[in-house]
């Protein structure tokens, strides 16, 4: 079995991505980020989850993003807002993350011989923030193969993004077909000390339409 490194954050995306890549015959490797986020809520999903799948490991980096703030995922200060549609990066977005995630990610991966990595991101419903993007991660690609050991002795590192063409309803169709349980998941950016979705925010919104679209019923406990 060839190795893999996931970026599991506990998430709806981040869990069908490590379904599909257990089913392609992965050994995954599920690495997530305690980055000083709004709520430990998705930490705790992430475990649970790498504990149904029966990974071989799983590690939570400690990364404090709050020392650097700019997002109301990681500066207390700043309100996360209310879904709203618009073409403008939210406040939400968090400088560089998807940069640094998938960068401890590949420091992981040269270090456990995995040459495949893979990341949830999608360019379709989302709330239009830059490190989704299809372009984004080919230029990672090409760095990670330029700045490796592995990629300066003739190896390829992989990124793959399985959802990033897919709707979250298509997502979420794949995910069921895996056999993905959705009540283990956290979407919710401001969780509550109860493990209550607040069912306003952006990526509420985008999950609760998306089971709505995959006529799924959505097992999300909302305030």
Known sequence: MKKAVILLSGG??????????I????????LSFDYAQ???GELQAAKQIAQFFSLNEHRIVQLDLSAIGGSALTDLSLEVPDYQQSD??????VPARNTLFLSYA???AEVIGAYDI???????????YPDCRPEFIEAFTKMANLGTKFGAEGGHFLIHTPLIHLSKAETIQQGVACGVDYAMTVSCYQLTA?????????SCEFRKKGFVEANVPDPTVYV
Not at 23 to 30: K, L, N, R, S, V
């Open 12 to 21: 709806l995306d981040s869990t069908t991505c490590l379904a599909l890549a």
């Open 23 to 30: 089913e392609q015959g992965y050994d995954c490797h599920a």
């Open 118 to 128: 893979f990341i949830g991101v999608s360019s379709i419903d989302y709330s239009n």
């Open 194 to 202: 109860e493990g209550k979705a607040c069912g306003v925010c952006d």
């Open 38 to 40: 709004r709520h430990r």
């Open 88 to 93: 403008a990066i939210p406040i939400t977005y």
């Open 106 to 108: 590949l420091a992981y």
